[in-house]
């Protein structure tokens, strides 16, 4: 959430805020607001995917900062979307506005379109430092100010909400966060973070001592991200609202510092609520006065205690009890194993499918995922009726064939579409589909499911490593239905940077004994030099960038599907998996000559394993699928023999291969 104006407005005013050197501390920590904030705020890249690496680096550096001053951060993420239906008017305006945004990028405007993985690989990087993290049933903040409290440390964020909720070690916002200037302690070697704190008790002082149980209807009226009430306008149209000798700099602080002003003049909730209703008609007066108060009571601190999630791993919520969920699915969604994507599906009916910034005269990048989300909801589907209560899903839900609603981009717009899933049924018709028992189901039979939905057998995948088997499969899909058609220039740049990923994250494990280590490292960093350089031809190419688009949706629905099935492959390394810079680059490299693959040839490993993901796309797709030049005949026909020259000397010991035999892997254990 955040209340309009007020960030600013409260930026103004310093003694509103104490200095605080910060170390020696637990701090809560906003996950969306975070994530959010070091990647637009890091001047990486939005127009080409992401470049997932370049974030991952920041996400280490920023919580390396913290360690180094013995600060234990637990993060809060958000979770699904509120059941109540509430938002929901809201986040479809988000959405259509976040359309406008990339299309305006498209053209080479301005604005900001957060890559479409960067959640995942955030999560991803808090599990590899070891950083708790916990996602909520639905919006955070509540559950923010409760564990907060419970911990009796400060929240950090950039929410202005935060300036309502009444912390007990207040709120650091972001912005004065300074965790890249560390300093030292002057009577220790210690370190802290220079940083301020806004004191609630300082602003309420500022007012008159205003009685702080009075800012949450100051921010009902006032209007947040979520909550617009028209019927407000009622009220500031009849009342002359003290201001005070100095007017700010806009209307928006105006009507905020005299609203507050206002507001101080009561003693309690009660006698102001009283106030603001005798603006309006006798008969209005009780609708609004419940209004008022069902909107206030998202200041109030949640009952949920997060306390016991990172001491026992598992938090109560009420709102699952009554919803009852498959115990395997609650936890699942707590810690993050589940996107809140799966949430809004099952307990909505209802998903919002994130913009990128493609061709926006093309369908919808996600247009290509759609068998496959088809096949996450049929598998929704199967819950027991009473798991979710019929009050919550506020769309119609007695359509038979059974129906998802999807709101999508059409072109510029916000599109809602219905899916029907039923006919998935006779495809898969066994019973361990089951959602309340998928968990238990043997994990041969779960990975069949996955390699089914993907279209891929289960022995093409077994020569590369098994964190790569996930994003060699959606590749495989990608490359059979992406449209306009994929060429073997998309799939070699592609493949060209995953293997780059892998050669970048070899370099980063010391190891002297390692064989080719100093050609490991001339060819990593002529790839730098590629992805660092500017050209003019940096324009965006909306097809090019479209066709990429696709990729990472498939790759992301075939995240989704395989954690619905508990994994049975493992989940692929996203933090080096992806450098839209450099894909887009090696693309237009390879567009005028060989050089990136004639550079790889050099490092044996590498090279093999690339060749090996260009033969498995080959071997996934119908003869004559990819039409050759004579010339492109002659490269591959050299690429070939280079390969059968190293082969021999090439050990492939060190990348960690799996088996994916069908029945071989009825041995392993879930």
């Not at 939005?46 to 997932?52: K, Q, T």
């Not at 205690?305 to 936890?331: C, R, V």
């Not at 992806?578 to 044996?604: A, D």
Request: net charge neutral.
């Amino acid at each position: 959430m955040g209340i309009h104006g007020l960030t600013s407005y409260v930026g103004e005013h310093n003694e509103f805020f104490v200095d605080l050197q910060l170390r020696n501390t637990d701090v809560i920590i906003d996950g969306n607001n975070l994530y959010h904030g070091l990647y637009f705020n890091s001047n990486l890249d939005i127009r080409h995917g992401g470049d997932y690496d370049s974030f991952t680096d920041i996400i280490c550096q920023f919580f390396q900062s913290l360690a180094m001053c013995h600060i234990q951060p637990y993060v809060v993420l958000d979770g699904g979307n509120d059941a109540s239906n509430k938002k929901f008017a809201t986040l479809k305006e988000r959405a259509q506005e976040k359309i406008q945004v990339a299309h305006s990028l498209s053209h080479g405007g301005s604005g900001s379109v957060l890559p479409l993985l960067v959640r995942e690989v955030f999560k991803q990087i808090l599990t590899e430092l070891q950083v708790p993290f916990v996602q909520s049933f639905s919006e955070a903040d509540r559950d923010i100010v409760s564990l907060a409290n419970q911990l009796s440390c400060p929240v950090l964020t950039l929410d202005s909400d935060f300036c309502i909720f009444d912390l007990q070690a207040g709120y650091c916002p972001l912005n004065y966060f300074q965790w890249k200037n560390l300093c030292k302690c002057k009577d220790s070697q210690d370190s802290y973070i220079p940083t301020r704190c806004f004191s609630l008790e300082r602003f309420c002082r500022y007012f008159s001592n205003m009685n702080k149980t009075l800012l949450p209807l100051f921010a009902v009226m006032s209007g947040n991200d979520y909550i617009n009430l028209p019927v407000m306008e009622v009220f500031f149209s009849k009342i002359h609202l003290p201001i005070g000798k100095f007017r700010r700099r806009s209307r928006k602080h105006d009507r905020i510092q005299g609203l507050l002003n206002w507001l101080s003049r009561f003693s309690d909730l009660s006698e102001a609520m009283e106030s603001v209703l005798e603006y309006f008609k006798k008969h209005e007066k009780e609708d609004i006065r419940q209004l008022l108060s069902f909107f206030m009571a998202e200041y109030e601190p949640s009952n949920v205690n997060l306390k016991d999630f990172f001491q026992s791993g598992m938090y109560e919520s009420e709102e699952m009890k009554k919803l009852k969920l498959p115990q395997w699915i609650a936890t699942g969604l707590i810690k993050g194993h589940l996107a809140p994507f799966i949430s809004d599906a099952l307990i909505l009916r209802r998903t919002i499918l994130p913009v990128q910034v493609e061709n926006m005269q093309r369908r919808s990048a996600h247009s290509i995922t759609l068998p496959i989300r088809q096949v996450i909801y049929w598998l929704l589907l199967n819950i027991s009726p009473s798991s979710v209560s019929p009050s919550l899903n506020k769309e119609p839900t007695s359509e038979f064939p059974p129906v998802f609603y999807e709101f999508d981009r059409l072109q510029n717009s916000l599109k809602k579409s219905s899916v029907r899933v039923a006919e998935l049924a006779q495809k898969f018709p066994d019973s361990w589909y089951a959602l309340a028992t998928l968990n238990e189901a043997p994990i041969a039979e779960r990975l069949l499911f996955l390699f089914e939905t993907l279209g891929v057998s289960t022995s093409i995948l077994e020569p590369v490593p098994c964190l790569l088997q996930l994003p060699m499969a959606v590749t495989c899909y990608w490359t059979k239905f992406s449209e306009p058609k994929v060429t073997l220039q998309h799939i070699k740049a592609l493949l060209l940077g995953i293997t780059f990923g892998e050669l970048d994250k070899m370099l980063h494990i010391p190891d002297s004994e390692r064989p080719h280590a100093e050609v490991n490292k001339i060819v990593h960093d002529q790839f730098l030099k590629w992805k660092e350089k500017k050209s003019p031809k940096d324009a965006l190419e909306l097809d090019v960038a479209h066709t990429f688009c696709q990729w990472q949706c498939c790759l992301q629905a075939g995240l989704y599907l395989n954690q619905l099935l508990c994994s049975p492959l493992p989940e692929p390394d996203l933090t080096r998996l992806y450098n839209g810079t450099l894909i887009h680059r090696l693309y237009h490299q390879l567009n005028s000559s060989s050089m990136p693959e004639n550079l790889l040839s050099t490092s044996p490993k590498m090279y093999e394993l690339y060749c090996s993901m260009v033969q498995i796309v080959k071997d996934s797709t119908p003869p004559g699928f990819f039409q050759k030049s004579k010339s492109q005949r002659k490269k591959d026909k050299k690429i070939i023999n280079k390969l059968q020259a190293t082969r021999e000397s090439t050990m492939m010991d060190t990348l960690p291969f799996c088996s994916i035999n069908r029945f071989a892997t009825l041995a392993i254990e879930n």
